[in-house]
């Protein structure tokens, strides 16, 4: 499961880091997802909207075991 999360994580990246962020995968506890958003995407007001919107339904979509996506 953790390499999926991570290829979806890879999928997502490049969108993250044209806007000067990245995500990083902290830890899989059990269906939760915990990542870490870094760069601009750490400090942007819109961080949740990101972790949301694109972070949490890229990986549900890949993985769809995972229930929640938190951030750290």
């Known amino acids: ?22 995500v990083e995968l902290v830890a899989v506890e059990g269906k939760v997802v915990k990542v870490r958003l870094q760069g601009a995407c750490g400090t942007c007001p819109m961080a949740t909207l990101t972790l949301k919107q694109l972070v949490e339904a890229r990986i549900k979509s890949m993985v769809p075991e995972v229930e929640r996506v938190e951030a750290v």
Request: hydrophobic share 35%.
């Open 1 to 22: 499961m953790k390499e999926r999360i991570e290829k979806a994580l890879a999928d997502i990246r490049p969108s993250l880091q044209a806007d000067g962020g990245d």
